[in-house]
């Protein structure tokens, strides 16, 4: 009886594990001797002349046959060490610095996909919302579209990385979400003390305020483009950015409130307050639930909530400025 494609796969995979487990441990799971032969024979049994079928909606995705080795031998490697012993004495190691997820429809982390795909929904549904109750007269408007935009970029280049995890897709995660971050430091100062006004000194100073920014974050891609990958950098910058930023929304949400005695005024700093709690998932970087749901992917659906309610405050806030500027003409 011919086994099915699948069936092969785990097979051979099992068949190598059990062959050569034991021998030796490692502090990451692609090191792991046994992984190492369990990818081996793998590939010498399913990758030459008459390579094992791969499904389609897999191949659309770029996985091949050395990638589905991979895959599998992660899992049967795992499941054999858990089985042998309880997680809490046989921890559950990573491969090539990422968990070993069970993937959905192709997709290396589903859930970050998905949660990705919440976050997206909220800008577009953001923007939308923008365009329809803010009239194209209103300052900022461009401003605040701009945020929106780049939050769709962002998002969508991280959908594109947790489905499938390659050089490029990792670039260009990591570039649209330092844009999308350093965005949020530059148009923070320009609704705070509103540069968006027509005068001559305010002018200057956006102007100077556009070139600094641009000249930071072309420095940032040059760097990590050109003289080193750094991951703790790169997480580093972004915080950094970040801290500033929530810094001001902070110190504009009490001011605001004082002035005008709302509580939707004080929403900057609660979204800010909420932002804070929901990155401190990333701390955990726990082994994923059932395979799937990790410490980053609930950062990711922790930010759905916030990116809502902050279109909900620009939107307050516009309209608030709209009616004072009305009043005074």
Same mark, same amino acid.
């Given at each position: ?138 300052? *900022?408007?461009? &401003?605040?579209?701009?945020?929106? $935009?780049?939050? %769709?970029? @962002? #998002? ?57 920014? *641009?000249?930071? &974050?072309?420095?940032?891609?040059? $760097?990590?483009? %050109?003289? @080193? #990958? ?100």
């Amino acid at each position: 009886m011919r086994l099915r494609s699948h069936q092969k796969w785990h097979l051979i995979a099992l068949t190598a594990a059990c062959s050569f487990f034991g021998f030796s441990q490692a502090s990451l799971g692609d090191r792991l001797p046994e992984f190492k032969e369990c990818v081996k024979v793998c590939k010498e049994a399913n990758c030459g002349d008459n390579p094992t079928p791969i499904s389609l909606h897999h191949r659309l995705l770029l996985w091949d046959c050395p990638s589905e080795c991979d895959y599998t031998c992660q899992h049967v490697v795992t499941d054999i060490r858990l089985a042998r012993d309880p997680p809490y004495m046989q921890p559950i190691y990573q491969f090539h610095g990422k968990w070993p997820f069970y993937r959905f429809l192709g997709m290396q982390e589903p859930f970050s996909v998905i949660f990705s795909l919440f976050n997206y929904l909220a800008h577009d549904y953001g923007i939308s919302r923008l365009r329809s109750e803010v009239p194209a007269s209103y300052a *900022l408007r461009k &401003y605040y579209l701009l945020f929106g $935009y780049f939050g %769709l970029a @962002s #998002w969508t280049f991280s959908m594109l990385f947790h489905t499938r995890d390659f050089a490029f897709t990792e670039k260009m995660d990591y570039f649209a979400a330092g844009a999308s971050v350093m965005y949020g430091l530059y148009y923070a100062p320009i609704r705070i003390f509103r540069l968006d006004k027509r005068d001559a000194v305010k002018q200057s100073v956006l102007r100077a305020w556009t070139l600094l920014c *641009l000249s930071l &974050y072309s420095a940032h891609v040059l $760097y990590l483009s %050109l003289w @080193s #990958w750094d991951y703790t950098y790169n997480m580093a910058a972004n915080v950094a950015v970040g801290i500033v930023q929530n810094l001001m929304w902070s110190w504009f949400s009490y001011n605001q409130y004082k002035k005008l005695n709302r509580t939707w005024a004080m929403w900057p700093g609660l979204i800010v307050a909420w932002i804070v709690m929901a990155m401190s998932l990333e701390l955990l970087d726990f082994p994923p639930w059932w395979g799937m749901v990790d410490a980053h992917s609930l950062w990711h659906l922790g930010t759905v909530g916030p990116t809502i309610w902050w279109y909900n405050f620009l939107l307050k806030d516009a309209h608030e400025d709209l009616q004072g500027t009305r009043l005074k003409a």
